[in-house]
């Protein structure tokens, strides 16, 4: 059974550009969730997709957003890019929705903005 | 704020020896989970242990549960430099909607 796939694995974007990260989870999955990782911060959660419904978020601006399909696959993105927006991007999916499931990781997309 | 905050937030031993790591929340939890993440690509799980159990073993992994003390911790026996990592506790509230709320992690440097 194939993991979790992330595209991009890297992306160079520069302020003021918008990006989209895409995820496709595990064969039979139904939840896809989003983690922003950093050196200084550790993994912040971003938003949990179940069912094509958002579930959870968490506490990021309204430039961050996201969309899960009928299949699973679910695209992020962030629009009016910041420096600060830098940061490995995690997609992680399990069977059931978050909470007592464990989860299966994506290798991430590396987001630089210039 | 984090729900989990690990501790140490880095850790150097030498091969063979055995690495322990604590993980601290701070509101009443379903379960908690271990994750272990290589350089720059994505976690991994490790174990899952639900809150109504104290120990929980895997391999050379040992995590307890103190629901008291809101605390874990997992040991790593004999350790060998490929378990050179860091390492995350996740927790899942009991309130509101659950979602997975990752610590800051545990820099485990294992020398050969």
């Known amino acids: 059974k194939a993991g979790v796939t992330q595209t991009p694995r890297y992306l160079i974007k520069t302020r003021g550009q918008q990006v989209t990260l895409s995820c496709s989870p595990i064969?039979?999955?139904?939840?896809v969730s989003w983690y922003q990782q950093t050196p200084g911060q550790g993994l912040q959660f971003l938003f949990e997709?179940?069912?094509?419904?958002?579930?959870n978020k968490g506490n990021f601006p309204g430039r961050f957003s996201g969309r899960q399909f009928s299949n699973s696959r679910s695209e992020m993105n962030v629009s009016t890019l910041e420096l600060g927006d830098s940061a490995l991007y995690l997609c992680?999916?399990?069977?059931?929705?978050?909470?007592?499931?464990?989860?299966?990781f994506g290798s991430g997309t590396q987001l630089s903005v210039l | 704020s984090q729900q989990g905050e690990e501790d140490p937030q880095a850790l150097s031993i030498q091969e063979g020896e055995n690495a322990t790591m604590n993980c601290s929340y701070k509101t009443s939890i379903n379960n908690l989970q271990w994750y272990r993440q290589n350089s720059g690509r994505g976690l991994v799980h490790l174990i899952l242990?639900?809150?109504?159990?104290r120990e929980k073993h895997s391999g050379r992994l040992r995590v307890t549960l103190d629901t008291s003390k809101k605390s874990s911790s997992l040991l790593i026996t004999a350790s060998r430099a490929a378990d050179t990592a860091s390492y995350f506790c996740a927790t899942a509230s009991t309130s509101g909607t659950y979602k997975y709320i990752f610590g800051t992690g545990t820099r485990l440097k294992v020398l050969a």
């Open positions: 992680a999916s399990s069977l059931g929705p978050q909470g007592s499931e464990k989860l299966f």
């Open positions: 997709y179940f069912s094509e419904t958002q579930r």
């Open positions: 242990i639900r809150s109504n159990e």
């Open positions: 064969s039979g999955h139904r939840s």
